[in-house]
């Protein structure tokens, strides 16, 4: 498998999007099944895994934390936070926030750094240049490697970037969705040696 860069994190060219294991879209994959999938992705030779605390929610990262421990070592987990999970569900990006979203998504992917944690949607009530310095703060204690951005603006993603280098964006980009060639995302990417991850 080729690989690629995604700012300084190296990773397989082809990643492994664990979203619909939790059920997201129809019921969740049987835990056992869901665990041999990802195995049998590694063993393909795919080394960059990607979910998110709301997936499921909690259910994706518990199974990929499971899944990869054994070769733990081998791949790049990347992760999202960015919503509160209680009663009031909605968007948080507040630090405090961050940081005890960090602990749980450590915990639940049984591992003691975050490879690439993305925040999974901008929050409108918190200025973004705060939302890196958390994610700062994490990569200084070392919880957190690489920060990422999912669903940014160029100019959200230009103030963020001042604060903590990006590593990546993940944003929706296919056939159908040519977005990101027509509003800067891939140009301001470029201009700033962030990698683009579609989805």
């Known amino acids: 498998m080729k690989k690629r860069k995604l700012g300084t994190l190296e990773v397989s060219e082809l990643g492994f999007g664990c979203m619909n294991l939790a059920s997201n879209y129809g019921p969740a994959a049987p835990i056992d099944d ?3 999938v990802i195995r049998e992705a590694h063993s393909k030779g795919v080394t960059f895994f990607d979910t998110a605390e709301v997936y499921g ?7 990929v934390g499971g899944a990869l421990e054994p070769f733990r070592n081998e791949v790049k987990i990347a992760t999202k936070f960015g919503f509160d999970l209680g009663d009031n569900f909605g968007l948080n990006g507040r630090p405090e926030h961050i940081k005890k979203a960090a602990e749980g998504c450590l915990k639940r992917l049984r591992t003691d750094h975050i490879d690439l944690f993305y925040q999974h949607r901008v929050d409108p009530h918190v200025p973004i240049e705060d939302v890196a310095g958390a994610v700062k703060e994490l990569i200084a204690e070392g919880k957190v490697l690489h920060f990422g951005l999912s669903e940014a603006s160029p100019h959200t993603i230009r103030k963020a970037h001042s604060v903590q280098p990006i590593a990546a964006l993940q944003t929706e980009y296919s056939l159908m969705n040519r977005d990101p060639e027509k509003n800067g995302l891939l140009d301001t990417c470029a201009e700033l040696g962030i990698g683009f991850v579609p989805w």
């Open 34 to 36: 869901a665990i041999k």
């Open 57 to 63: 929610p909690y259910t994706s990262e518990t199974i």
